[in-house]
């Protein structure tokens, strides 16, 4: 069965400290990896996907097919980055997405 | 571009009662879906139109559901009767479709559902 895992319901850290949100999925073929944003009263909106392998607002994920893992990281958290983060996947072809239950992320000044 | 709205953004209604969301999606966005999140679980996949035909129905919980998307534009979702399990946020997203890969959700803001 697909599933995501995020096994963090919050994590808090100060300004300037690294990040790390772990995400770990179970899937049979070859998914596609995403993780998902929301901040405080805005919509859901997608941060990065693995295929693009970009740094978007300075996080980065690295598909790790061995460890079935797509944990997203950020040297130094700000503020502005505390929202409710989601890693998701689909499988190849289709945009159907499977949710983890989502991690909180609070970053202190 | 206007993004995916939903309608209404919050929704109060007394178990047994009768609900119907609406989500525009981003026009030209001929996928759409619906979600729902509930309470400290994850957000689940309902159901996906490509255009007005359901392609996937298999997340929908039981046949108080019923969703439509008549001319394949703007879908609803009718809750009837409801129960205070459906209580949650109802997600819409659409997305274009593409001749391969994988295109990224739009998503709306979200209708929260309390049943009482």
């Known amino acids: 069965a697909q599933r995501v895992t995020q096994p963090e319901k919050l994590l808090s850290v100060f300004k300037g400290a690294p990040v790390e949100l772990k995400c770990n999925y179970s899937?049979?073929?070859?998914?596609?990896l995403f993780w998902y944003v929301q901040y405080s009263r805005q919509r859901l909106q997608l941060l990065l996907r693995?295929?693009s392998r970009e740094s978007i607002k300075g996080f980065t994920a690295d598909l790790n097919k061995g460890e079935t893992s797509f944990h997203l990281k950020k040297p130094f958290a700000q503020e502005e980055d505390s929202a409710m983060y989601y890693c998701?996947?689909?499988?190849?072809?289709?945009?159907?997405?499977?949710f983890g239950t989502g991690t909180r992320l609070q970053v202190f000044p | 571009e206007a993004g995916v709205t939903q309608f209404p953004s919050h929704s109060v209604i007394e178990k047994g009662q009768t609900v119907t969301l609406r989500c525009d999606p981003i026009?030209?966005?001929?996928?759409l879906y619906w979600y729902r999140r509930v309470m400290g679980k994850e957000i689940k996949f309902l159901l996906h139109f490509v255009k007005e035909s359901k392609q996937d129905e298999s997340g929908m919980p039981n046949n108080r559901f019923l969703a439509e998307r008549t001319g394949g534009t703007y879908s609803t979702l009718k809750v009837q009767p409801a129960e205070l399990e459906d209580s949650g946020v109802y997600f819409c997203?659409?997305?274009?479709?593409?001749?391969?890969?994988?295109?990224?959700?739009?998503f709306g803001n979200g209708t929260r559902l309390t049943v009482t």
């Open positions: 026009s030209g966005h001929d996928n």
């Open positions: 899937y049979s073929g070859s998914p596609e």
């Open positions: 693995h295929i």
């Open positions: 998701a996947l689909s499988r190849y072809n289709t945009d159907k997405l499977i």
């Open positions: 997203a659409s997305s274009p479709l593409s001749t391969g890969g994988n295109s990224p959700l739009h």
